[in-house]
């Protein structure tokens, strides 16, 4: 079974950086063998992708949406996937959800087998 649990949500104002970071806990399954990415749902709208990193991290995909201002991110040897949020918008409010695959370089919801609880992320304009 693989736990993932997100953290560093928060209110911020329009232009402000947050830093969100999923821990993962993976009974009998190793961390650096799941790609993981970001995901995020604002109230109303279906969940969208954010990011993804490959396994070893050498890999990463973004979202349109947020390429140039978000980077993505792991440390294998501590079981965790970060997402530094930089320039934020009030268009980034949503819940942020960590997620892991088998599968490498996967956007689709669908194709995530494994999800944390989610994170609140809110900016004011």
């Known amino acids: 079974q693989v736990q993932l649990v997100e953290s560093g949500g928060g209110l911020v104002q329009a232009g402000a950086s947050l830093r969100l970071s999923c821990s993962c806990a993976?009974?009998?399954?190793?961390?650096?063998?799941?790609?993981m990415g970001w995901f995020r749902q604002a109230s109303g709208k279906e969940r969208e992708f954010v990011a993804t990193?490959?396994?070893?991290?050498?890999?990463?995909y973004y979202a349109d949406s947020v390429k140039g201002r978000f980077t993505i991110s792991r440390d294998n040897a501590k079981n965790t996937v970060d997402l530094q949020m930089n320039s934020l918008k009030p268009e980034d409010t949503a819940v942020y959800y960590c997620?892991?695959?088998?599968?490498?370089?996967?956007?689709?919801?669908?194709?995530?087998?494994?999800w944390g609880q989610g994170t609140q992320v809110t900016v004011s304009s």
């Open positions: 993976a009974s009998g399954r190793t961390f650096s063998n799941y790609a």
């Open positions: 997620a892991g695959t088998r599968l490498i370089g996967r956007t689709k919801v669908n194709e995530y087998d494994y």
């Open positions: 990193i490959s396994r070893g991290g050498i890999s990463t």
